[in-house]
């Protein structure tokens, strides 16, 4: 790179994706405007939803297959009900998702250097998935506690990282990051209201972890909050729109960004 541009230019820039459901869809509109504007990604870490957004492009699955797989996604390719043992359902289905789209099932062998957030509840301590069996990770990342059926590694039995860390900046620093982009998303909580027992617990679960969220995202360079306002974060029928609102509000703060080479 040419070294009279200024030393901004030549940072690694990390993505940190949160969670929030069905609304996680903005993920991949931030990765198309990313995309549109070449801004190189060198390292993601993602909770949740994120967790399962970016560990599909950092398998180099573009944004435009991604919108593909997530028009032609449901329920039944994530999660099934299962008998109420710790949760209404499992994602077992999950697995066999992640195994269609991706060219490897190891960490340590993504085209970009990636990170899962999940939560020990037996410890109550963060887990950083950095490495290992990547179903194993984002099941766990996306164990919304009291909904989904938690995952049992060891001794350990994890849930979703929302609990404490629901927009991973620090893990993304870790692998290498010197300028962080964060993206959150902010659920209709005044919209939304909850139709069913898993609703209740996932709008009671979205509240909880608002704190960790303020916190988490103080510390990032440049910061991309998304309000959905009044989508439901269960609804797969407003994945497009969804889309489209994180590509546009990705590239009105991306686009001609200073931080940004």
């Not at 993304?172 to 902010?186: D, F, R, Y």
């Amino acid at each position: 790179m040419n070294s009279i541009l200024p030393f901004f230019r030549r940072k690694k820039i990390g993505l940190a994706l949160g969670g929030g459901a069905i609304l996680g869809m903005c993920h991949i509109g931030v990765l198309q405007a990313l995309d549109e504007l070449k801004i190189p990604i060198s390292s993601i870490s993602g909770t949740s939803a994120g967790s399962l957004v970016g560990v599909l492009y950092a398998s180099d699955i573009s944004p435009s297959q991604l919108k593909r797989i997530a028009l032609s996604t449901h329920w039944g390719l994530l999660a099934k009900p299962s008998l109420p043992r710790r949760g209404i359902f499992s994602t077992e289905p999950m697995e066999e998702f992640l195994k269609k789209y991706l060219d490897t099932l190891h960490i340590e062998d993504l085209k970009i250097p990636f990170s899962a957030i999940a939560v020990d509840v037996v410890e109550g301590k963060e887990i950083i998935f950095h490495e290992g069996y990547i179903p194993t990770a984002i099941r766990s990342s996306c164990a919304v506690p009291g909904i989904f059926r938690p995952i049992e590694q060891g001794e350990m039995l994890l849930i979703d990282g929302g609990i404490m860390d629901n927009v991973p900046v620090a893990p993304v620093q870790h692998l290498g990051a010197e300028l962080i982009i964060a993206v959150s998303i902010t659920p209709g909580f005044n919209t939304w209201k909850p139709k069913n027992t898993p609703e209740l617990i996932l709008k009671s679960f979205l509240l909880a972890q608002l704190s960790n969220t303020k916190r988490e995202m103080s510390h990032a360079d440049i910061i991309i909050d998304i309000d959905t306002k009044k989508i439901s974060p269960v609804d797969f029928r407003s994945s497009e729109e969804l889309i489209e609102m994180g590509y546009h509000i990705a590239m009105g703060i991306l686009k001609d960004n200073p931080l940004i080479p």
